[in-house]
T-cell receptor, first 114, second 112 residues
Framework: GQQLNQSPQSMFIQEGEDVSMNCTSS?????WLWYKQDPGEGPVLLIA?????ELTSNGRLTAQFGITRKDSFLNISASIPSDVGIYFC??????????????FGQGTILTVHP | EAGVTQSPTHLIKTRGQQATLRCSPI?????VYWYQQALGLGLQFLLW???????NRGNFPPRFSGRQFPNYSSELNVNALELEDSALYLC???????????FGSGTRLTVV
C-alpha cells in the first residue's frame, strides 16, 4: 500500500528559528496537505497543494508540492511557542483503492523553547 | 458555523464489548471519514461515507463497521473489542472528495 515517510520525527528548536520538515512517498499523489495537531484535538488543515511545483504560503508557513509528485515540504519561519504540536503531511490519489482517502505521514513533533 | 462534533469524548469498554462512536459533520458536508490514531502512530484510514453509502474502507477487520444517516451524520461501530483497539478515533468531513478534511476533536476509546 501507499506509504509516506515524514522527517524528522521530532525537532527541538529555539524561538525565532526557522523549521523545515518533509514527506516523501513511494507513489504519486495528486494532492498534498499539511495538518497540525495540538494535544487533545483533531488535526487542523494548514496548507493544501493541488499542483506539482506549487508553492503556497499561509502566514509564516510555506509549503511546496514536489515536481515528481512524490514529495512535499513545509517550512515555518521565525517560530513562536504556539507552533508547538505535531505536524502531519497527507497525500491523496484520485482513484483506485485510494479513492477518497488521505494517506498520512507519521508526524513531526515540534518543540519550541522560549 | 459549528465544526465537526464527535461524541462521546471518552469511552471506556471491556474486552469483547461493542463500542459506538458518533459524528456530526459540518453543515453542508456530505462526506464523512473515520480514522484511527493509536498512541505514537499516524492516522490510519478506516472508512469513508458519502451520500449515505460506504465508498471506501481501510485495511481493518469487518468488526469495524459504520453507517451514514440521511442527515449525513455517521456512526462507527467496533464489535468484539480488543485491547489494541484503544486509540483516538477521529471523524472528518468534507464537501467533496478533492477538498481538505475538517476534523473533529475525536473520541478516546480505552479497552480494558
Amino acid at each position: 500500500g501507499q506509504q509516506l515517510n515524514q522527517s524528522p520525527q521530532s525537532m527541538f528548536i529555539q524561538e525565532g528559528e526557522d523549521v523545515s520538515m518533509n514527506c516523501t512517498s513511494s507513489s504519486i499523489f495528486n494532492t498534498w496537505l499539511w495538518y497540525k495537531q495540538d494535544p487533545g484535538e483533531g488535526p487542523v488543515l494548514l496548507i493544501a497543494l493541488y499542483k506539482a511545483g506549487e508553492l503556497t504560503s499561509n502566514g509564516r508557513l510555506t509549503a511546496q508540492f514536489g515536481i515528481t509528485r512524490k514529495d512535499s515540504f513545509l517550512n515555518i519561519s521565525a517560530s513562536i511557542p504556539s507552533d508547538v504540536g505535531i505536524y502531519f503531511c497527507a497525500g491523496r490519489n484520485a482513484g483506485g483503492t485510494s479513492y477518497g482517502k488521505l494517506t498520512f505521514g507519521q508526524g513531526t513533533i515540534l518543540t519550541v523553547h522560549p | 458555523e459549528a465544526g465537526v462534533t464527535q461524541s462521546p469524548t471518552h469511552l471506556i469498554k471491556t474486552r469483547g464489548q461493542q463500542a459506538t462512536l458518533r459524528c456530526s459533520p459540518i453543515s453542508g458536508h456530505t462526506s464523512v471519514y473515520w480514522y484511527q490514531q493509536a498512541l505514537g502512530l499516524g492516522l490510519q484510514f478506516l472508512l469513508w461515507y458519502d451520500e449515505g453509502e460506504e465508498r471506501n474502507r481501510g485495511n481493518f477487520p469487518p468488526r469495524f463497521s459504520g453507517r451514514q444517516f440521511p442527515n449525513y451524520s455517521s456512526e462507527l461501530n467496533v464489535n468484539a473489542l480488543e485491547l489494541e483497539d484503544s486509540a483516538l478515533y477521529l471523524c472528518a468531513s468534507s464537501s467533496g472528495r478533492l477538498e481538505g478534511y475538517t476534523f473533529g476533536s475525536g473520541t478516546r476509546l480505552t479497552v480494558v
